[in-house]
Structures are given as structure tokens and as C-alpha cells.
């Protein structure tokens, strides 16, 4: 099939497009698309992941920045289904307002997407701004990503991001892919990973803007005790009254933990 793509990877927008057709379709197989999900996929780039997808559910919409891309994408896109295509920065999408106008029949949308290394943790971020609306994410990052994603208190690579998606989030890391499975190949392996958004009355944390600055407090310095690095924050009485140490590093405290302290700050 003559898809049209003649642009190559633009090194500045973190293209790294996927090729190896086994790993398409392992990725396909763990969304496992069913009829009346909508699917929003972040970064189509050359279809790789988009055509299967289309071929396997019938419809898909998808947020491409790069417009050297569009053409290409709706016209390859004809004969496997319907492409809804987005122009424009992820970062700017409301997907609350795109469930809402979208979504399936509880108004939730299903992300998916090979996600740019250079802008993963922002769009992470971005996604649990609009957690309500998404019924799950499956996503290929950098592997270091992912086990940080995934990494529980006492790991060298649990910090910030770890905390906040596990607060809001089941975080299941699901495979790891080989450079070679990319055009061009990146230096480091990659992996995929499902984030399934938690219902309301499991997430405890009764302020997101409070326990968010708690838990950037608390990592901002990671060689500090929480004492120090919550200086101004939470001092060391409060500290404590959510049954943590102050003399601990945020390192080894469990989620659940920056959730009291951050619930006792906000008075919940």
C-alpha cells in the first residue's frame, strides 16, 4: 500500500515512528478495541498504530501536530475507516470537552498513543487534568518512564510522577519494545503502559491543587528530609499528625501517606 509519506522524522518534534508489525499488534490486542469505545489517539504520525486500529474498530480520532502529516494521513486513512483528525498540540486539546462531545455512552474517551519522549511527563500531566473523561490510556514511552510510573516507595526511580499517576490511576506496565521496532531507532528501549483512571469514590484526594504542591514540594529537593522540604509547605507538627516522619525523605513514603498529609492540609 502506497501510503504517501515522503516526510521524514522530524528530530525536533521527537518523531521516532513505529515499524515492526508484531509489536502493532500486541499493542492492538491489549487496547482490544469494542464497539461503541471512542478511541483518541495522541501522535498518529504515519498510521502505524492508527490503520490497524481502523481496520480492527472503524473509527478513530487522532491529535497530530505536525501538519506536514494531515494530508497523508487522510487520504491513507480512506480505505481502513474513519479518521477524525485533529489539528494542533495535545496540550490544547480539552479532552473533557472532547468526551463530552464524543465520548461513549458514559462520556469517556479511550487515549492511546506512542508518546514523543520529550513531552511525555507534560502530557501525562495533561491527561490527569481530564482523568474523569478518559476510561483508560495505553501508551508507548521510554521504559525509564514507565518504571517510574510503576515504581512503588523505596526505588531510586519513585518520585513525583510515580505518586500523582498512582494517586488517580492503576498503572499496569505491560511490555517492554526494542529500539529497531522505530524509525528512526531510538537509543533507548522502550515500553508500553495501561493507565485505567480510578472511580471518583476511590480517589482520596479531596484537594488536587493542595496534594499536587505537596507532593512538588516534597520531590523538589529528594535528599531533604520532608521537614526541610516542605518547609513553608507543612511544618513538622502536621507532618506527623498524618502519621509520617519528618525526619523521612519523600522517597519512602507510600502514596497513601502524601495523601493524609495533603488532606489534613486542606482541612478534609
Known amino acids: 500500500m502506497n501510503t504517501g509519506f515522503t516526510e521524514p522524522a522530524k528530530k525536533h518534534l521527537g518523531q521516532n515512528f513505529l515499524h515492526e508489525k ?104 495533561h491527561a490527569l487534568d481530564h482523568a474523569a473523561a478518559i476510561r483508560d490510556m495505553h501508551f508507548m514511552l521510554q521504559k525509564e518512564v514507565v ?27 505491560l511490555f517492554v519494545v526494542p529500539p529497531g521496532a522505530f524509525r528512526p531507532a531510538p537509543k533507548v528501549d522502550s515500553a508500553v503502559v495501561r493507565l485505567v483512571p480510578k472511580a471518583a469514590e476511590r480517589i482520596q484526594v479531596r484537594d488536587c491543587a493542595v496534594f499536587a504542591n505537596v507532593v512538588r514540594a516534597a520531590f523538589g529537593q529528594r535528599r531533604k528530609t520532608l521537614r526541610n522540604a516542605l518547609n513553608g509547605v507543612a511544618d513538622g507538627a502536621a507532618i506527623e499528625a498524618a502519621g509520617l516522619r519528618a525526619d523521612a525523605r519523600a522517597e519512602q513514603v507510600e502514596v497513601a501517606g502524601f495523601v493524609r498529609l495533603a488532606n489534613l492540609l486542606a482541612g478534609a
Not at 518504571?147 to 506496565?173: D, F, I, W
Open 22 to 125: 508484531g509489536v502493532i499488534e500486541k499493542i492492538v490486542q491489549a487496547i482490544d478495541p469494542r464497539p461503541g469505545d471512542v478511541l483518541v489517539e495522541i501522535g498518529p504520525g504515519q498510521g502505524a498504530l492508527t490503520f490497524p486500529l481502523l481496520r480492527k474498530h472503524g473509527e478513530v480520532t487522532a491529535i497530530e501536530f505536525d501538519r506536514d502529516l494531515h494530508a497523508p494521513l487522510q487520504a491513507a486513512a480512506r480505505e481502513h475507516g474513519q479518521l477524525h483528525l485533529i489539528e494542533g498540540d495535545v496540550l490544547g486539546v480539552d479532552f473533557g470537552a472532547l468526551a463530552a462531545r464524543r465520548g461513549d455512552a458514559l462520556g469517556q474517551i479511550r487515549l492511546v498513543g506512542n508518546l514523543p519522549y520529550n513531552l511525555s511527563s507534560p502530557i501525562l500531566f
Open 147 to 173: 518504571e517510574r510510573m510503576a515504581a512503588g516507595p523505596g526505588s531510586k526511580v519513585y518520585g513525583r510522577l510515580s505518586v500523582m499517576l498512582q494517586a488517580y490511576c492503576t498503572v499496569t506496565p
